[in-house]
């Protein structure tokens, strides 16, 4: 068995920051299940989040003596018990990057680095279990790409759009210039209009509780259309999820857009208008009221999900489900120690691991098509063809990671870690597909956090 130090390479060590309210300096407490870590490599930072506090580190410093630490309460619901569920860092390219939170009453929340609220919208009412941020490829049918902000949710999927996220970040962040060279204060935490300070971004919503409630999604791409439906202009993606009821399940999501002009402009001028005319309503009436309920925003109707397959055994439950960059394949764990490799257009399974109870997985990009040579820049003369993904799995009840060659390849790494380690994953940056080259390839990357040291550090790339 291989020594981690020898296949890791050490970044930051959380250690030197003041974790105590997260729970720090008990054994094991990162395997607390209501923390949640999101982490940045390019912009050098990791959240680390329970269920009312969220701490932002930052070791942008070469030395890490000056790294920052930002705290954020959000301000939750006392009367539902609301609390944060979960955290995800939204980047696009090299100029923006920020903190997207979930809660458990079904709203999701975008702060800065500096911990300012941007962003508060109301998604559906329920927990929301992971936030996943993802590019898609260009599809050979439909030649269109795509990159989304997915919130999953128990049976339901939202999606929205990075285009939409991009432009309400763009506007707040140019606001925020114009106020500091004006010299004004922001004020717009804690003010009356909560979360409402820029219109509701749009977003698509699916029911996929057809096999049973869910506890873990993604959409995996774009997907051709039905066969009485080629022509369509609508976009159509596929959607797996894993859950109690069904280990497996797969969906085609619709948009449902109206082909008609008219229909389009409707679906956009209505809500706006609604939305004018109540604030409109709200000033007049304001002087007339001394008590005012606030209103419960209304969840957008569900658009069209259609059935395509589901696997079901009654012995065992789908429980989580990780997806490869390309969106090709997903490693999905269940309540037997199995880990299924599903191809995600065949929708088949092509590999199965058991024996892995409580395993965590992550895809990673390594070198070993070929010898790595020495260079003072060794990851940037290396092209894509030279990576092969490796599928990441951490077995705490072994106190191993394991990494495996895709899709049939031999073990290549088993790296010793401790009891209360976790395996993290930068996320994707969208925005900067489009930009890259195939020579500039940044591989996919995997790190190790230590709890009990407190060391977090990234799996080498090579074997050597």
């Not at 982490?39 to 070469?62: G, P, R, T, V």
């Not at 706006?272 to 409109?280: D, K, L, P, R």
Request: aromatic share 8%; net charge positive; with cysteine.
């Amino acid at each position: 068995m291989s020594r981690s130090r020898s296949h890791t390479t050490p970044v930051f060590n959380i250690s030197t920051h003041d974790l105590t309210d997260l729970g720090a300096g008990k054994q094991g407490w990162l395997d607390n299940p209501n923390l949640i870590c999101a982490l940045d490599s390019q912009s050098h930072s990791l959240a680390i989040a329970n269920k009312f506090l969220i701490l932002i580190l930052d070791w942008s410093d070469e030395d890490h003596r000056n790294s920052i630490q930002v705290e954020i309460r959000p301000e939750l619901s006392p009367i539902e018990g609301e609390f944060v569920s979960a955290v995800e860092w939204i980047g696009f390219g090299d100029e923006i990057m920020v903190l997207g939170v979930g809660t458990s009453s079904g709203y999701w929340m975008v702060y800065s680095l500096e911990g300012d609220l941007i962003h508060r919208q109301m998604v559906y009412h329920g927990r929301i279990l992971k936030l996943r941020v993802r590019g898609m490829r260009r599809d050979l049918v439909q030649a269109v790409s795509s990159e989304e902000l997915t919130v999953i949710m128990p049976g339901v999927i939202a999606r929205f759009d990075g285009s939409d996220i991009q432009s309400m970040l763009g506007r707040w962040f140019q606001e925020m210039q114009t106020d500091e060279y004006l010299g004004q204060k922001q004020t717009r935490r804690g003010s009356d209009d909560f979360g409402n300070s820029y219109q509701r971004l749009p977003y698509q919503l699916w029911n996929v509780s057809k096999y049973g409630s869910s506890v873990d999604a993604a959409i995996t791409g774009i997907m051709p259309p039905p066969l009485l439906e080629f022509e369509s202009s609508q976009r159509y993606y596929c959607a797996v999820t894993v859950g109690k009821d069904a280990v497996i399940s797969a969906f085609r999501l619709s948009e449902d857009r109206n082909r008609s002009l008219v229909g389009a402009i409707l679906s956009r001028v209505v809500p706006a208008t609604f939305s004018t005319i109540a604030s409109v309503s709200r000033l007049i009436w304001r002087s007339d009221q001394t008590t005012t309920k606030k209103l419960e925003p209304k969840p957008q109707p569900f658009a069209r999900a259609t059935p395509l397959t589901c696997l079901k055994d009654s012995a065992r439950k789908g429980e989580k489900l990780t997806l490869a960059p390309s969106g090709t394949l997903a490693a999905i764990t269940d309540s037997l120690g199995r880990i299924l490799l599903l191809d995600t257009q065949a929708l088949i399974v092509v590999r199965l691991w058991k024996g892995y109870r409580d395993a965590n997985c992550l895809f990673m990009e390594m070198l070993v098509k070929k010898e790595s040579k020495p260079s003072t820049s060794p990851y940037r003369e290396n092209g894509k063809g030279d990576y092969c993904l490796c599928l990441v799995i951490h077995a705490p009840r072994k106190g191993i990671v394991e990494v495996w060659q895709m899709r049939t390849g031999p073990r290549l790494l088993a790296i010793k870690c401790a009891k209360g380690s976790r395996i993290l994953q930068p996320a994707y940056r969208m925005g900067s597909s489009s930009t890259a080259s195939s020579s500039a390839h940044v591989p996919v990357e995997v790190f190790l956090l230590d709890g009990d040291s407190g060391q977090l550090s990234v799996i080498n790339r090579s074997l050597q």
